[in-house]
């Protein structure tokens, strides 16, 4: 195992209000990082900082630093850091294109123009997040009409075109049936090993199935961070222990 | 009085004052159409004018219109399209940017006179264009600016905040986010503004006065520096500063001034609705 993500001394400011306090903490090669937390704990404002989609916001800053492999990203081309650090919303928000033109947005704004390449890509994609086979006579129709489950499955792919080194989940399943839920997880599953997954979520249950190591967010804090089944089972910080076993949240 | 019967009362009332509003709409076009329809002919469209106005055609002054609202059109689209994207999509909320809308706003309330007499100070007078097509155009198209970049401000706010998240994150960059995941979407809107503006451009006759308007010249424009007849200033002359003229040519061109602004707007409305026919969801 190697280290991908390290994260020294963050802290995240909106104007005048801290979100995140001195968070340190690595994330490893190809591993699946769950972080739970409570509303306003600062979890998805760290998910957006991977890949700098906090910038957006007229009023953030932030200070410390955050590398990926041996870069800070603040020196990577922010077009390129977001082509490697893909993120899937809470909310599946296809784009109002085909699903064919939803996968290979992200390759065509980097120059690829080859029909016989992005044909590829799809099948590839689509296969991967386990859509091909319920997509593949309508790739030319409009994103729009899939389901719920199935738009965030596309999202999914839409994220893999993009040939991404790390996948960021920020809820995703929170606007999702429970059916649809559990093909989302599947999808996480089968990805495991093979991206650096960093998965946000309220659903506590989730983050026990699906993780390899979890960490423990409150109120912009990082209460504590270990393997998923030592935080389930044995948390050393009795606030951990009450919100996995449900008692405050 | 039951809740019945204030309920019809209002309902009756909101009805008579909406048929209120269509009714000068009905009674215009119903007296040009009866008075100057007799008029229509290929001779008077197609032709040159004659003996003082009294026969032949307006075909100088429809063209001249042509000219002109192309010209403006051709001026301030690309100009409000582009300030309006700066505005939604790059400045920030601040004194500079608060000033510059509410110049937009400013600019929309100025009479149209002065914008004619803006026209001939700077570009007749000033730039040295003379009383040209050329200046008329960029007269009324300065006068159309504002509707169109609020039109076309409000056509991009209205695309979802999510199309260009998603783009972002996906790696686009800014530009290549506006470029395809924000301005195809907001095209309907934007051509209604350019709608609007058409019909205001093709309409009026102050800005045109001291610009362009020639108030009898039967023959066509050759170049952007010709004076042209146009058709609100003529149907402006032949009602009021020259007796005599025929009753069913002065309704005859308010007439084919209608038409055309109809024929414009119908084509922009085509346009509209093939680019939301596109747009699928």
Redesign the interface.
């Given at each position: 195992m190697s280290t991908h993500i390290a994260v020294r001394d963050l802290c995240l400011y909106y104007g005048r209000n801290c979100v995140l306090k001195d968070l340190s903490l690595e994330i490893q090669r190809n591993e699946i990082f769950t972080i739970i937390g409570p509303a306003n704990s600062g979890k998805s404002s760290f998910l957006q900082t991977l890949?700098r989609?906090n910038e957006?916001h007229?009023e953030f800053r932030k200070t410390g630093s955050v590398t990926l492999g041996a870069e800070d990203i603040d020196t990577i081309d922010v077009?390129?850091?977001?082509?490697r650090v893909?993120?899937v919303?809470a909310?599946p928000?296809p784009?109002?294109l085909s699903i064919f033109d939803n996968i290979t947005?992200?390759p065509r704004?980097?120059g690829i123009r080859q029909k016989t390449q992005m044909t590829d890509l799809v099948e590839r994609s689509l296969r991967e997040a386990y859509l091909w086979d319920e997509v593949k006579d309508r790739l030319h129709h409009?994103a729009?009409n899939l389901s719920g489950g199935q738009q965030q499955r596309l999202c999914i792919a839409?994220?893999l075109a993009?040939q991404p080194e790390v996948i960021l989940f920020d809820e995703p399943t929170s606007g999702l049936d429970p059916i649809s839920t559990a093909r989302v997880e599947e999808t996480m599953m089968v990805l495991r090993g093979r991206y650096t997954i960093v998965l946000v979520t309220n659903n506590v249950a989730q983050a026990a199935r699906v993780g390899t190591r979890t960490a423990f967010f409150l109120m912009g804090e990082m209460v504590e961070v270990g393997d998923t089944k030592d935080v389930f089972t044995r948390p050393s910080d009795s606030r951990t222990d009450e919100y996995v076993t449900g008692k405050f949240g | 009085m039951n809740v019945r019967t204030q309920q019809r009362i209002a309902v009756g009332f909101l009805f008579f004052c909406t048929v209120l509003v269509v009714l000068p709409v009905l009674v215009i076009l119903g007296i040009i159409t009866y008075k100057g329809f007799s008029a229509l002919s290929f001779e008077f469209i197609f032709g040159m004018p004659k003996s003082g106005m009294n026969a032949g055609g307006i075909f100088p002054a429809l063209l001249g219109t042509i000219y002109l609202v192309t010209g403006a059109i051709l001026f301030a689209v690309p100009l409000g399209v582009l300030s309006a994207i700066y505005l939604v999509e790059y400045s920030?909320?601040n004194a500079i940017s608060r000033l510059i809308k509410l110049a937009i706003v400013n600019l929309a309330g100025v009479p149209s006179v002065v914008y004619g007499l803006f026209g001939l100070g700077v570009f007749v007078v000033f730039l040295g264009f003379g009383v040209s097509i050329l200046s008329g155009s960029l007269t009324l198209g300065i006068m159309i600016l504002p509707v169109i970049i609020t039109a076309s401000r409000e056509a991009l706010e209205s695309v979802p905040q999510?199309?260009r998240?998603?783009?972002?994150?996906?790696?686009?960059?800014r530009w290549?986010t506006i470029r395809?995941?924000v301005l195809p979407?907001a095209l309907p809107g934007i051509l209604t503004g350019t709608i609007l503006g058409l019909g205001r451009a093709a309409g009026e006759t102050a800005p045109i006065l001291f610009t362009v308007a020639a108030f009898y010249l039967p023959r066509l424009p050759e170049s952007v520096f010709d004076q042209t007849m146009a058709l609100p200033y003529h149907l402006y002359v032949i009602s009021t500063q020259v007796p005599g003229i025929r009753e069913d040519f002065r309704f005859g061109t308010a007439l084919v001034l209608l038409l055309l602004v109809l024929i414009l707007n119908f084509a922009a409305i085509i346009l509209r609705y093939r680019f939301r026919k596109k747009?699928?969801?």
């Amino acid at each position: 195992m190697s280290t991908h993500i390290a994260v020294r001394d963050l802290c995240l400011y909106y104007g005048r209000n801290c979100v995140l306090k001195d968070l340190s903490l690595e994330i490893q090669r190809n591993e699946i990082f769950t972080i739970i937390g409570p509303a306003n704990s600062g979890k998805s404002s760290f998910l957006q900082t991977l890949n700098r989609l906090n910038e957006l916001h007229a009023e953030f800053r932030k200070t410390g630093s955050v590398t990926l492999g041996a870069e800070d990203i603040d020196t990577i081309d922010v077009e390129q850091l977001r082509a490697r650090v893909g993120i899937v919303f809470a909310l599946p928000f296809p784009l109002p294109l085909s699903i064919f033109d939803n996968i290979t947005y992200g390759p065509r704004m980097h120059g690829i123009r080859q029909k016989t390449q992005m044909t590829d890509l799809v099948e590839r994609s689509l296969r991967e997040a386990y859509l091909w086979d319920e997509v593949k006579d309508r790739l030319h129709h409009p994103a729009m009409n899939l389901s719920g489950g199935q738009q965030q499955r596309l999202c999914i792919a839409r994220v893999l075109a993009g040939q991404p080194e790390v996948i960021l989940f920020d809820e995703p399943t929170s606007g999702l049936d429970p059916i649809s839920t559990a093909r989302v997880e599947e999808t996480m599953m089968v990805l495991r090993g093979r991206y650096t997954i960093v998965l946000v979520t309220n659903n506590v249950a989730q983050a026990a199935r699906v993780g390899t190591r979890t960490a423990f967010f409150l109120m912009g804090e990082m209460v504590e961070v270990g393997d998923t089944k030592d935080v389930f089972t044995r948390p050393s910080d009795s606030r951990t222990d009450e919100y996995v076993t449900g008692k405050f949240g | 009085m039951n809740v019945r019967t204030q309920q019809r009362i209002a309902v009756g009332f909101l009805f008579f004052c909406t048929v209120l509003v269509v009714l000068p709409v009905l009674v215009i076009l119903g007296i040009i159409t009866y008075k100057g329809f007799s008029a229509l002919s290929f001779e008077f469209i197609f032709g040159m004018p004659k003996s003082g106005m009294n026969a032949g055609g307006i075909f100088p002054a429809l063209l001249g219109t042509i000219y002109l609202v192309t010209g403006a059109i051709l001026f301030a689209v690309p100009l409000g399209v582009l300030s309006a994207i700066y505005l939604v999509e790059y400045s920030r909320d601040n004194a500079i940017s608060r000033l510059i809308k509410l110049a937009i706003v400013n600019l929309a309330g100025v009479p149209s006179v002065v914008y004619g007499l803006f026209g001939l100070g700077v570009f007749v007078v000033f730039l040295g264009f003379g009383v040209s097509i050329l200046s008329g155009s960029l007269t009324l198209g300065i006068m159309i600016l504002p509707v169109i970049i609020t039109a076309s401000r409000e056509a991009l706010e209205s695309v979802p905040q999510s199309f260009r998240i998603v783009s972002l994150s996906l790696g686009a960059s800014r530009w290549q986010t506006i470029r395809h995941a924000v301005l195809p979407h907001a095209l309907p809107g934007i051509l209604t503004g350019t709608i609007l503006g058409l019909g205001r451009a093709a309409g009026e006759t102050a800005p045109i006065l001291f610009t362009v308007a020639a108030f009898y010249l039967p023959r066509l424009p050759e170049s952007v520096f010709d004076q042209t007849m146009a058709l609100p200033y003529h149907l402006y002359v032949i009602s009021t500063q020259v007796p005599g003229i025929r009753e069913d040519f002065r309704f005859g061109t308010a007439l084919v001034l209608l038409l055309l602004v109809l024929i414009l707007n119908f084509a922009a409305i085509i346009l509209r609705y093939r680019f939301r026919k596109k747009k699928r969801w």
